[in-house]
Nanobody, 114 residues
């Protein structure tokens, strides 16, 4: 089982970015999936969760109203659309299964700076 995050980059405050997570080695549609983020030297922080059928989503207060989690089970891919980005959103973003997490991927760096 493997998770590969991509799509990060440098964006100005107020800008938008979409990151992706390609899953392989397990039946993606059988699992609730989450996004997390981590700043160097700090604990990994939960960001959002989407249920296995995509019908329910939940967000950390810090990103609610600005971020949207979605999934394409046919493509075994998880997405995080990030709008109105702030400097404090700067972090490495990771995905994982909510229950029975597997080995973390390499993450994708998102930097919000002018």
């Amino acid at each position: 089982a493997q998770l590969v995050e991509s799509g990060g980059g440098l964006v100005q405050p107020g800008g938008s970015l979409r990151v992706s997570c390609a899953a392989s080695g397990f039946t993606f549609g059988d699992y609730d999936m989450s996004w997390y983020r981590q700043v160097l030297g700090k604990e990994r922080e939960w960001v959002a969760i989407i249920r296995l059928d995509g019908r329910s989503t939940y967000y950390a207060d810090s990103v609610k109203g600005r971020f949207t989690i979605s999934r394409d089970n046919a493509k075994s891919t998880l997405y995080l659309e990030m709008n109105s980005l702030k400097p404090e959103d700067t972090a490495v973003y990771y995905c994982n299964r909510w229950n029975f997490p597997i080995r973390w991927g390499q993450g994708t760096q998102v930097t919000v700076s002018s």
